[in-house]
């Protein structure tokens, strides 16, 4: 078989191939080619296409030569199927330069359909034209692989022989696609914000740093959309969406990509709790357009996603998951020391709320298998969300999670300059204490909010982590096409 021999020796074989087809008068990377019919609407339509003339293109991924008569099966877009080569049909030369086809290459075909003996629907070929010479092999060991690295390396390899992996990547595209079609439906327009910017914001999160030779000066990329969207908002836009993506300077996991793609929605005189009804209709229309149900299957679980989904409080949450009551806790130390006695390794000084933050993230958030919004956030961990006129330590803002994921986050807008810039300058001290993910002071962000920005909500959803959901993925790398990885030294 030719997956036994050794690398460099396959690659000259080809190169062999490729050359002889060049001395025969043919050429190795041919011209376009229209077809007129993809594999699976043969196999589909064969009742109606039985002995009838179509024209195909595809990979080849198998051939059985039996002297003179070959079957092979084509891959296109759709799938496979296959087409059947005898020496009477297509004349001693065509067939004679069929032999120096591989596994991998790219060919035309013209002919007729049939079924064979055994049942399978197959294409009888009249004539093929060359169109793609693969000069390097698909090794056998490709088909059920297990070394995902070498998967996500060679992306282009993994969509041609992993058929799922393919239909995962036209799922995502479809996720997006409707999305958009459903937010332009319900009245939102789709706006681009810049994602090289003097100021990284909208997020706590390390920024990626590059420079602009021309301006002699540092730009950062962008760690969210949220701060330019919502000056559109004082512009006077009403429903503005982006899809974009983010660039964030942090770990890599299986949930983790330091570029990834989001969603973030905001509109004036909405609050979080119309941003709750937002997500789960959202991605309940998206699940119903692209797979027809609203019910997923997740690692064998069933996901019912039908709004509306449940609402509790993070001071609940971490009461039912830890046993810590929070709303009987009325101070930093109090805090503190419930902290120790459950268990936390955490610094003096921290706050009530962020000890709360803390409880939710260790004992929490990878309990909330079905869909359910966390509501009533930290101060200190939402500084631009409004307040809760009842309890100023707790903001009006949400968490949407599915299997243990955030997928969602939401606030009611904050849209007090005054506010906002005393979150900012307390976000600043946090800086000065050796936090790389505080908020820095954007001044022009506060400028336009004393121009006046009616009141909003804002949304912003995970796409990838939403992606891996729809799919049934736990990686976020296998719905990245192309996942960030350290480069190998043999890459090639």
Known sequence: MEQEQPLHELLQVRRRKMEELKSRGVEPFGPKFAASHFSTDIIENFDSLEGQKVIIAGRLMSIRSHGKATFAHLQDYRGQVQIYLRLDQVGQEQYENFELVDIGDFVGVVGEVFRTKKGEVTVKVNEYKYLTKALRPLPEKWHGLKDV??????????????????????????????????????????METPVMQTIAGGALARPFV???????????????????????????????????????????????????????????????????????????????KVFGTGQISFQGKEVDLSPPWPRETMIEVVCKYSGVDFSQITGDEEAFQAAKRAGLELDKGLSWGEILYMFFEEFCEEQLLSPIFVTGFPIEVSPLAKKQESDPRLTLRFEGFIAGWEI????????????????????????????????????????????????????????????????????????ILFPTLKPRSDDS
């Open 408 to 479: 969602a986050n939401a606030f009611t807008e904050l849209n007090d300059p005054v506010d906002q810039r005393e979150r900012f300058e307390q976000q600043l001290t946090r800086r000065e204490e050796g936090d790389e993910e505080a908020h820095v002071m954007d001044e022009d962000f506060i400028n336009s909010l004393e121009y006046g920005m009616p009141p909003a909500g804002g949304l912003g959803i995970g796409i990838d982590r939403l992606v891996m959901l729809l799919t049934d993925n736990t990686s976020i790398r296998d719905v």
């Open 149 to 190: 690295e070498i998967r996500y390396r060679q992306r282009y390899v993994d969509l041609i022989v992993n058929r799922e992996v393919r239909q995962t990547f036209i799922n995502r595209s479809r996720i997006i696609q409707t999305m958009r079609e459903v937010l332009n439906q319900w009245g939102f327009l789709e």
């Open 210 to 288: 590059t420079y602009h030779n021309a301006l002699d000066m540092k730009l950062y990329m962008r760690i969210a959309t949220e701060l330019h969207l919502k000056r559109l908002l004082v512009g006077g836009l009403d429903k503005v969406f982006e899809i974009g993506r983010i660039f964030r300077n942090e770990g890599i996991s299986t949930i983790h990509n330091p570029e990834f793609t989001s969603l973030e929605i905001y509109q004036n005189y909405a609050d979080y709790e119309n941003m709750m009804e937002l997500t789960e209709n959202l991605v309940h229309e998206i699940s119903l």
